[in-house]
């Protein structure tokens, strides 16, 4: 039976340059599109591609819009409207006002082209507009101690610059006892694989990555005479 395959990740990259001008595409734009993922609904048939990569600047092949790999479930969008330099020298916040357009536009057009329904595409969209370009979600690593009196959330935020990792020491009425950044700048799927599990070991969290390992430990003796 063949099974059906669903968008999961939208990309862009500069229609014209190299590694540099991708670096600060990246900086500038990631954590839109981390959030846009992460609001994508999970079983969207966008014609089978599981991935959209938008290529950002001048058209130089005109016979280039969309190619479309069955094989590999990727599929390529020319955005050749897009001014990549004068998106550069914008702001951040206008920055992140025009990518996620970019990027709308993009799923839009090609969901009308397929003869799906963009609404779910648009909603994903408007949930990135709403959190204002920015997000904080709690990782699955997030533990309560035993004791019950305080819980250890680590939480993941898309912000400009990459993914961050903070650990928040809260009480049961969520008063934060302490904060502290665990990761700054990383790349999101190296925090999905670095703070996959949680356990406790006496008064100290232990952080698991995919494969079991401890990649941080929190000491938490302090808060249990809080």
Not at 119 to 125: N, V
Not at 154 to 177: H, M, Q, S, W, Y
């Amino acid at each position: 039976m063949e099974l059906t395959v669903y968008l999961r990740d939208v990309m862009v990259l500069p229609n014209v340059g190299g590694k540099e001008e991708i670096g600060w595409l990246r900086d500038a734009s990631d954590h839109v599109l981390d959030i846009l993922r992460h609001y994508l609904p999970k079983k969207y048939d966008f014609n089978g591609l599981r991935r959209l990569v938008i290529y950002l600047g001048p058209n130089t092949d005109s016979e280039r819009r969309l190619s479309a790999g069955a094989a590999t479930g990727v599929g390529e969008f020319l955005a050749d409207s897009f001014d990549l330099q004068a998106w550069f020298d914008a702001p951040q916040d206008e920055q992140d006002v025009r990518i996620l357009q970019c990027v709308e536009d993009a799923l839009v057009e090609q969901a009308v082209k397929f003869a799906t329904d963009p609404s779910a595409l648009r909603a994903a969209a408007q949930s990135v507009r709403d959190a204002g370009y920015r997000l904080d979600t709690e990782l699955p690593c997030s533990r309560t101690h035993p004791s019950r009196k305080f819980r250890v959330r680590l939480i993941r935020r898309f912000a400009p610059g990459g993914t961050f990792v903070i650990a928040r020491v809260t009480t049961p009425k969520d008063e934060i006892l302490h904060e502290q950044e665990l990761l700054a700048g990383a790349w999101v799927v190296t925090v999905g694989d670095s703070y996959r599990g949680g356990r406790w070991n006496g008064d100290t969290l232990e952080i698991l990555d995919g494969q079991g390992r401890k990649t941080t430990e929190i000491a938490c003796a302090a808060y249990l005479h809080l």
